[in-house]
């Protein structure tokens, strides 16, 4: 069946919504203007709490560095090949499982990866859903929330051909901000092919939206100034495959990012959502690219087909922006932004005490029940934010940045 006659036997578009329904107090219909890759209209919001800590320069978007020729990744079946030294990237460890690999699957990848992507999709692409759920339907999505922006730099030779491509991530749109049901659609104005859009789409859209090519193409993403340190939990997955690794960092920030995790430990808290934050708060650039790799089969497992992330540190960045200093320094500020409360406690041996512990006699019970009544009993200096002393007891708070 040819290209043309699927698009004939496509299944009838839904419905978009009507000009009665709910609106989310976030995104409203008809209200985005399409966003060029080279300009943005981004308005900045104001400068989040936690994210104003951080006392870190802001990064020149015009000071960044590429380098158009990115590495891939080896693969564990030897069928490609690095196109620059394999010391610049590191393999994220976490690896995204595609598909369960059939015999003809696999007679196909003993051709190459190539050849069996050019097998399972349309051409260029390394995904499938339909004829109009593109990869360019997904970034326009991101593009149109208004809530990251995406640079390409095309080649001058061949002006079709996306060299590198930069993002600056400003929000990340929660369920709750998203303001209706997750599969209520949403107007998409700049993709006519099929334009509506619903929750489900939009996180779909984190993962297609970079899937571009892989071996030979990078992406640069940061964390915008504005963005605030808070993010729906689906989000830390993404950032599991996509996002930064400690392996990348220089010995300085690395010593800044172990301090981090001594000083704001977190019960239970997978070592990638350390890394998210500290991405976040000290605004950490990341380039990443992909490629494939075979699982072969073992024991119960069937062999699989896996997309591998792979990870490069940006050298231009400022080695002080995140080192032990600044980690301190934001930790610091974080204490004297919190209520200022006197940490003196009501001495336990004043006048009134020793009276009533002496007339207690030898009793221990009576004695330790008179010290922890006292102990119960606020200072004079505390109040209702007694409990605030230390900003991050309060680990629900923490773990939604």
């Not at 010593?255 to 350390?274: D, L, M, V």
């Not at 494939?292 to 002080?320: C, F, G, H, M």
Request: proline share 7%.
């Amino acid at each position: 069946m040819t290209s043309q006659e699927k698009r004939i036997t496509i299944t009838p578009k839904p419905k978009l919504p009507s000009s009665s329904s709910p609106s989310s107090s976030l995104i409203s219909q008809n209200r985005f203007i399409p966003l060029s890759p080279y300009s943005s209209s981004y308005n900045p919001r104001p400068r989040p709490t936690y994210s104003a800590l951080a006392h870190i320069p802001r990064m020149s978007p015009n000071s960044t560095s590429y380098n158009k020729s990115p590495s891939t990744a080896s693969s564990s079946t030897n069928i490609t090949k690095s196109s620059l030294e394999k010391s610049e990237f590191y393999e994220n460890p976490n690896r995204h499982v595609i598909k369960i690999l059939e015999p003809l699957e696999e007679k196909k990848l003993d051709q190459g990866f190539v050849a069996l992507t050019e097998y399972l999709y349309p051409k260029n692409t390394h995904f499938y859903n339909n004829d109009w759920q593109t990869r360019e339907y997904y970034e326009t999505i991101l593009q149109e929330t208004r809530l990251i922006v995406v640079y390409h730099t095309y080649n001058k030779e061949n002006p079709k051909k996306i060299e590198y491509s930069k993002v600056k991530i400003f929000k990340v749109i929660s369920l709750e901000e998203w303001g209706n049901k997750p599969h209520t659609n949403k107007v998409l104005a700049g993709y006519s092919k099929y334009p509506a859009y619903n929750y489900y789409d939009y996180q779909e859209a984190w993962y297609k939206t970079f899937q571009l090519r892989n071996f030979n193409h990078t992406w640069f993403i940061r964390f915008n100034e504005e963005f605030q340190n808070k993010y729906p939990k689906w989000f830390t997955k993404w950032f599991m495959y996509m996002g930064s690794i400690p392996e990348i960092f220089p010995p300085r920030i690395l010593e800044g990012y172990n301090k981090y995790k001594a000083i704001f430990a977190q019960e239970n808290a997978p070592p990638f959502e350390y890394t998210l934050q500290f991405s976040i708060i000290f605004r950490i650039p990341w380039i990443f690219s992909f490629n494939y790799t075979k699982q072969e089969a073992r024991e119960t497992s069937p062999p699989l087909l896996l997309r591998q992330y792979n990870v490069k540190w940006w050298k231009q960045i400022d080695e002080k922006q995140a080192d032990i200093k600044a980690v301190s320094d934001y930790h610091n500020s974080l204490i004297e932004r919190s209520p200022r409360i006197s940490t003196a406690r009501t001495a336990i041996i004043d006048l009134d005490t020793i009276e009533r512990i002496q007339a207690a006699g030898s009793s221990k019970e009576e004695i330790q029940k008179i010290l922890n009544e006292v102990r119960r009993s606020p200072a004079s200096s505390e109040d209702i934010f007694q409990d605030l002393q230390d900003p991050y007891d309060n680990e629900a708070e923490f773990l939604n940045f």
